[in-house]
């Protein structure tokens, strides 16, 4: 995982929390992380209809309306993140051998079929889901986390 799931779903309760216009530094800043993959990632969100952006001077990006509704397997998929992937691939297709030469694909499989059971449980998570369950705990700071 590259962490956009995380960096979008916390836009997207922040977003839905403020219910106002938003620009890309505030959110970098309450997100920790750099304003330009804030765009990055807002711009995939505002492609899938989760989010609007508004351009130029002033500019920033509200919620949807119905932002508290919104899934997050439709965030994880907005954003193309893979729950469930491997950057290695073990044997090699022209060995010998069926268990090296096969052995990559049996396990692309097993992380498909993984990351499509990730993305059902996520179904069933909401934004609102997760505003709310921040909301209920308070944070002393000692976490790492703070109240906004």
């Known amino acids: ?12 309760v922040f977003l839905d929390h403020n219910a106002r216009k938003v620009s890309s ?5 309450n997100i920790c992380t750099n304003p330009a993959r804030i765009r990055k990632v807002m711009a995939q969100l505002c492609r899938a209809g989760l989010a609007v952006s508004a351009q130029g001077a002033g500019g920033g990006y509200t919620p949807i309306e119905s932002a508290a509704d919104i899934t997050l397997d439709a965030v994880a998929r907005a954003v193309n ?19 090296a030469s ?15 059971d990730c ?4 179904s069933h998570m909401r934004i609102g889901d997760i505003e709310r369950r ?9 976490e790492g986390r703070t109240r906004q």
């Open 102 to 116: 096969g052995m990559a694909d049996v396990m692309d499989d097993i992380y498909e079929t993984l990351d499509e």
């Open 25 to 29: 530094t505030e959110l970098a800043d």
């Open 1 to 12: 995982m590259r962490g956009d799931l995380s960096l979008a779903t916390h836009a997207l």
């Open 81 to 99: 993140e893979k729950l469930i992937s491997s950057t290695w691939r073990s044997g090699a297709a022209d060995k010998d051998c069926q268990i």
């Open 119 to 122: 993305l059902e449980r996520l």
């Open 134 to 142: 921040l909301l209920a705990t308070p944070h002393d700071g000692t």
